[in-house]
């Protein structure tokens, strides 16, 4: 096999991995709008899509009720955020937010 060969086997499985990953993440994030969705649907396992107020002392109070914290803020759909209110507090959300459960 020569080294050309070898790069375009090499790119397909990288694309393959990426493709597997992204159906796998999009397959398992559900949008919630409120804590008590959250905590009926956690034991199913997944990623949930919450608006989201930035408060350290309310992550900290998910985190220790039912042991979910934030993996991250998307950086795509941030403007859905807009005119929502935060599923945990109910004041106005300030990001889009993914929580889930680490094990």
């Known amino acids: 096999m020569q080294a050309r060969d070898l790069m ?4 397909t499985i990288q694309d393959e991995l ?11 994030t559900s949008e ?5 969705e959250l905590k009926e649907r956690l034991p199913e396992g997944g990623f949930f899509l919450a608006p989201w107020k930035d408060d350290s002392v ?5 985190k220790a009720d039912c042991r979910a ?9 941030q403007e859905a955020a807009t005119g929502k209110k935060c599923f945990y ?3 106005d959300a300030t990001h889009m937010a993914v929580f889930a459960r680490a094990y």
């Open 89 to 91: 507090s109910g004041e």
């Open 32 to 36: 919630i709008s409120t804590y008590a």
């Open 8 to 11: 375009v086997s090499f790119t």
């Open 18 to 28: 990426l493709a597997n990953a992204i159906a796998y993440r999009d397959e398992r």
């Open 69 to 77: 914290t934030i993996r991250c803020y998307p950086i795509e759909g």
């Open 58 to 62: 309310n992550e900290d109070a998910i």
